[in-house]
């Protein structure tokens, strides 16, 4: 079975500032897909990045990147120039590709605040 | 576009009343799932839909019952409500299964307390 860990359950960073949030998960499958959704305070939770395995180029979005390392099963979510609209939970999820249509496998989640 | 909208934003029961949590979409998705989010865990499934009529179990089905006869509605119904039912509730969509990458769309999410 896939397992998702975030092992950092909050992190607080400055505005302006880098943070970077870590991720790892366990499968023995090649291809998959990673994704980062965010949570705000308004709890409506929306999509941030994702990554396929099979790419090596590391995705990005704007101020959001990610760090994927498809040995080490690590795949960290960089966000550069935080803003205050940063604050959230933020939570990584898994997919096989080869798997079912619908077993997303989502981590604890971690919650991220910009401070002034 | 509305997205996905779900009714009511929050709500109490007594434990062993029932309760429909409404979830509606207006993006023509095929996919759609029910999520539970408990204090510090990730989301766990519950049911998931992929189109009108058909439904099946997630991870986390005991204790609920959903239906789907439009493509826009995906109602979930909490028989005998107990309080281990006490969570926040997401719905979500999605226009294809999510193995190929694609992406979930969430509702606002329902606070559920059971007491």
């Known amino acids: 079975a896939q397992t998702v860990t975030q092992s950092q359950p909050e992190m607080s960073v400055q505005e302006a500032e880098t943070v970077t949030l870590s991720c790892t998960y366990d499968?023995?499958?090649?291809?998959?897909?990673l994704f980062w959704y965010k949570q705000p305070p308004s709890r409506q939770m929306i999509l941030v990045i994702r990554?396929?395995?099979?790419?090596?180029q590391n995705a990005t979005e704007n101020r959001f990147s990610v760090n994927f390392q498809k040995a080490a099963k690590s795949f960290s979510l960089k966000i550069s120039d935080s803003q205050l609209g940063d604050t959230a939970m933020y939570f990584c999820?898994?997919?096989?590709?080869?798997?079912?249509?619908?077993?997303?496998?989502f981590g604890k989640g971690t919650l991220l605040t910009v401070n002034p | 576009n509305a997205g996905v909208t779900q009714t009511p934003k929050f709500r109490i029961l007594k434990i062993g009343q029932s309760m429909t949590l409404q979830c509606a979409q207006d993006?023509?998705?095929?996919?759609m799932y029910w999520y539970r989010q408990d204090p510090g865990m990730g989301l766990k499934l519950i049911y998931y839909?992929?189109?009108?009529?058909?439904?099946d179990k997630g991870e986390v089905p005991n204790g609920y019952n959903v239906s789907r006869s439009t493509t826009e509605d995906f109602p979930l119904r909490l028989e005998l409500a107990a309080p281990s039912q006490t969570s926040v509730y997401f719905c979500?969509?999605?226009?294809?299964?999510?193995?190929?990458?694609?992406?979930?769309?969430f509702g606002p999410g329902t606070r559920l307390t059971v007491l």
């Open positions: 979500a969509s999605s226009y294809s299964g999510l193995a190929g990458g694609n992406e979930q769309f």
């Open positions: 499968t023995s499958e090649n291809n998959y897909y």
């Open positions: 990554q396929e395995a099979y790419k090596q």
């Open positions: 999820a898994f997919i096989d590709s080869g798997g079912s249509n619908y077993k997303l496998t």
């Open positions: 993006m023509n998705h095929n996919y």
């Open positions: 839909s992929v189109g009108a009529g058909i439904t």
